[in-house]
């Protein structure tokens, strides 16, 4: 069991927008940033937002990070059939003294 | 460009140590803005961190491993380790090495902080330990 929470699945169809969600705790999100990854099948995470809100270079702007207390969102807008894969949320953790991941949600674009 | 690449056997017998390199081109493993870190996937499940490490040698591990694992690091050869031992089959998974981000200037500021993210990985090594 993941110490942040995600959905399991998510789905939308092309051109929609799709939130996922991590929720967490005060010894976590509540306390650190938080940060996304994308993992495309076979192949090594992505990182797609630090700092809670943050695109690395590369990244496009249709997708976006917020958080609020111990809960953590990742937005993608304008849903593209290649926006479908896992994704996970991670933070650190004061109490672990360690980084926590979620436990991961596949994006399926209907 | 940043490249990582992981490197070491694919096949552990149960109850042996298991052992990783991580070769970092194209950046300095010294380089203080970054940790280096390990990290794993089982086949079909999640994410896990296993550990980090700096290049002066400071070191952090996940609770749950840290009886069993060593993160180690040569700045002369630009390379990290992974001694994972008493390997069970539920070691086996790709292990991943990745740069772990903890401080970056945007504009005239910056930020630090022990975790923002881990913004280049390598491509991953599956490594099995038989039941």
């Known amino acids: 069991q993941s110490v942040l929470t995600q959905p399991p699945s998510a789905s939308g169809t092309p051109g929609q927008r799709v939130t996922i969600s991590c929720s967490g705790s005060s010894s976590n999100i509540g306390s650190n940033n938080v940060n996304w990854y994308q993992q495309l099948p076979g192949t090594a995470p992505e990182l797609l937002i630090y700092?809670?809100?943050q695109r690395p270079s590369g990244v496009p702007d249709r997708l976006s990070g917020s958080k609020s207390g111990t809960s953590a969102s990742l937005a993608i807008s304008g849903l593209q059939s290649e926006d479908e894969a896992g994704y996970y949320c991670a933070a650190w953790d004061d109490s672990l003294n360690g980084v926590v991941f979620g436990g991961g949600t596949k994006l399926t674009v209907l | 460009q940043l490249q990582l690449q992981e490197s070491g056997p694919g096949l552990v017998k149960p109850s042996e140590t298991l052992s990783l390199t991580c070769t970092v081109s194209g950046g300095s493993i010294s380089d203080s803005f970054y940790y280096w870190a390990w990290i794993r996937q089982p086949p079909g499940k999640g994410l896990e961190w296993i550990g980090s490490i700096y290049y002066s040698g400071s070191t952090y591990y996940n609770p749950s491993l840290k009886s069993r694992v060593t993160i180690s690091v040569d700045t002369s050869k630009n390379q990290f380790f992974l001694r994972l031992s008493s390997v069970t089959a539920a070691d086996t998974a790709v292990y991943y090495c990745a740069r772990r981000l903890i401080r970056y200037c945007s504009g005239f500021s910056c930020y630090s902080a022990l975790f923002f993210g881990f913004d280049f990985w390598g491509r991953g090594t599956l490594v099995t330990v038989p039941s």
């Open positions: 700092n809670n809100d």
